[in-house]
């Protein structure tokens, strides 16, 4: 035949197989091709390699799991590394993502290996009915599985039994410990998220400096109605090299960011506020007691600073009373005072920052 000849075929030609039955059009079941055994069926040599094939995938696989429950609790979560072709990254989810893909990975191949080698790999057929099978052919079906069970040969490989319900179970602990506590182990090390939340990194003679830029601020630059937004040094802008972690930085900003302002010291009411400030430069905490806000509107003429979100409005002039709106506390002042001309942290806060709820715990 030519290739350009064009082949038509009768749908009225009918294949060798055939048959008419009952007036209907049927074909004759092919039936199954015929079993070929495999090696492990004919050499007990081969199996008992398969065998050992097998267990050792479940094996990795349980000491990924065991290795990922170790990392999720002892590694340091900021631990940094550089990897090549990839540069700096985070390790710590590196250790985990390895242990997790061993540990999935070890049970996919195991049980895979073991189907493919020992598990019993002849055809079975079942007839489909319309109603539920009669006795005798349930009967039949239960005769096939339990067939299945002893040529599976569980009772003679108890190593198989034994890793696959290891690897099976230890596999699900990295799963509760992912769904009781995310992927932040600090859940485990530190039990209480409201003292995480309310922990500001400010220390003892920490400067204060100008948020992004960084630059420490001299006490007397200041003019009367100054705001600036200050960060610790060292959290403000971006991450540096031997400076701290970007997620530290941004914890920081999420707890330590701070309101400076520079009032007439006559117009401040509360002893405290003036003594806690410098020649009236106070420093205030940024994130509102209603539920954290950044509060960043400041009104010169009131001295009213307003939290944008639901318009809590706290009183400068009276140590940052609430006079209004659904704030329930004042914001917590840092006390400051001066080190060669610049202004620094006379100490941490006094008291939690942020939302009321982050202290109940
Ligand atoms: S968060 Fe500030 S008023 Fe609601």
Redesign the pocket.
Known sequence: MSDDEIVVHDPHDKPATYVEADGLDRFENPGLPPHRPRRADLDEGAAKRAERQVTTMFGLSMLGALGFIVAYLFVDPNLRGEILLIGEMNLYHLILGLTMAVSLLGIGFGAVHWAKTLMPDTEVVEERHLQASDQAARDDAAGVLSDGYRGAQLHRRPMLLLTAGGALSLFALPMALQVAGGLDPNIWRDPSPAEMLSRTVWKKGMRLVIDPSGTPIRASDLTQGSVIHVMPEGYAGAHTEDGPSDQEIMTAKATSSVLLVKMNPEDIKSAKQRDWGVDGIVAYSKI?T????P?ALYERQTHHLL?P????TFDMTNDCEVIF???KRPLPQLRITVEDGYLVAADGFAEPVGPSFWERG
């Open positions: 509102c209603h539920v954290g806000c509060v939290c979100c639901h318009q809590s709106g659904p704030a």
